[in-house]
């Protein structure tokens, strides 16, 4: 982009007020996932601030999870042209209290609160830059589809048809989850795999007749350190046992025992060798069983030629307003993962930058809200007026 973008910088810095604003609001509606009450709440706020912005909402009712939003952004001439896809989710990982003792504050330029990162300032950066370019009655020649979901962060189960459908037809797909690792871009990202790993034993008393029992907790230990093991820091692999439940009283030989195993890898030959390893897992104990379930969730995301071709122009559109913009690789899972699968341009990482995701630190950092509101204000007028159908 050759044009001057000055005005989108200095027209969202002067909103800043408002979007923190927002985003108090925003973070004060607690959403963890599998809370549907609160994360219908947060819609609730979200689709009032989505139309205010211009857009038409449309409310998906979910059974299992939060209501999702579609909103539409309508381009002059836009018929027969492929529309920009905006993808956000609004569920967190914090769980219902997690407000009351980390109340919302802002202290040394940061904006705390759980949720606010990752990632409620992502979805509000959207609506106010597209906000910005409709109080400029700048003409946008591409329809602009804003999908916010609400359970990416249990993998986007029920989401994830309707993110692959609208991605099939787009122009490009931007992903608003935080900047990762200071001012970059992500065009990379980890696959993601997902497993439950089960245990049965035999119950007997502890001091009685133990010898009868198979104690299903020790065998899950066997388990836990064949998985741990299959970690490859060099390779890019990650296996990471993260919750395990087992027993029902001391005094008994436990029967059953529990796992939730999570994956990460670079790429589908590690996924396919490592899903094989994992779902052949076999007991070590005499008479213990094991069963595996779950699979790969999220396909690895590889750099691929459109989407750093959409990072260069990412790049030239930070480099006007005085941005130095990196390319970045993820370990983290993300929507992007599916729209990049499918072949369709992806950007990733253009929400603000932070640090602390899923950590009780989690913050924002401040003076970086509006400088990225207007890169994706930049970035959203030259993809809808420039290149192709």
């Known amino acids: 982009m050759t044009v001057s973008l000055d005005f989108l910088a200095r027209d969202l810095q002067a909103r800043e007020a408002d979007i923190l604003h927002d985003l108090t609001a925003l973070v004060s509606i607690e959403s963890p996932t599998n809370d549907k009450a609160g994360v219908d709440r947060a819609q609730d706020y979200l689709a009032g601030r989505l139309r205010w912005a211009g857009a038409e909402v449309e409310r998906q009712t979910q059974s299992g999870v939060g209501d999702f939003l579609r909103a539409v952004w309508r381009g002059e001439g836009a018929a027969g042209r492929s529309p920009i896809l905006l993808i956000g989710h609004v569920d967190t990982v914090w769980p219902l209290g997690e407000l009351a003792r980390r109340p919302v504050r802002q202290e040394d330029g940061y904006f705390y609160g759980p949720g606010a990162f990752d990632m409620k300032a992502g979805l509000l950066l959207a609506i106010h830059a597209m906000r910005a370019l409709r109080d400029r009655a700048l003409s946008l020649r591409r329809d602009v589809v ?18 692959q459908a609208e991605a099939k037809g787009s122009h490009a797909a931007l992903i608003l989850e935080p900047a990762f690792n200071g001012s970059g871009l992500t065009v990379a990202r980890k696959g993601v795999g997902r497993f439950v790993v089960r245990v049965a034993g035999r119950a007997a008393h502890s001091g009685r007749n133990p ?6 907790i020790e065998e899950m230990a066997h388990q836990v350190l064949t998985l741990q093991a299959l970690t490859d820091s060099e390779q890019g692999i ?19 025992a529990s796992a939730e195993v999570d994956l990460r890898v670079r790429d589908m030959a590690q996924a396919e060798r490592l899903t094989a390893q994992i779902l052949g897992l076999r007991p070590h104990l005499s008479g213990a069983q094991v069963s595996v379930t779950g699979g790969l969730n999220r396909p690895p995301w590889d750099e691929c030629t459109v989407c750093e071709a959409l990072y260069h122009r990412g790049r030239a559109i930070g480099l ?4 130095q913009l990196e390319k970045r ?15 369709v341009p992806t950007l990733d990482g253009l ?28 970035l959203l007028l030259d993809l809808a007026n420039n290149g192709g159908e």
């Open 329 to 343: 690789a993820s370990g983290g899972g993300s929507d992007g993962n599916y729209t990049a699968a499918l072949g």
């Open 146 to 163: 804003f999908i916010i979901n609400t359970d990416e962060e249990i993998g986007s189960l029920s989401s994830r048809a309707m993110i």
């Open 211 to 216: 010898q009868d029992g198979i104690n299903a």
């Open 320 to 323: 006007a307003l005085g941005m």
């Open 351 to 378: 929400g603000p930058e932070g640090a602390g995701a899923h950590a009780v630190d989690e913050r924002v950092l401040i003076a970086s809200v509006t400088p990225r509101a207007a890169l994706l204000a930049g």
């Open 238 to 256: 990650t296996v990471n046992v993260g919750v395990v439940q087992g027993g029902t009283r001391p005094n008994v030989v436990p029967a059953e």
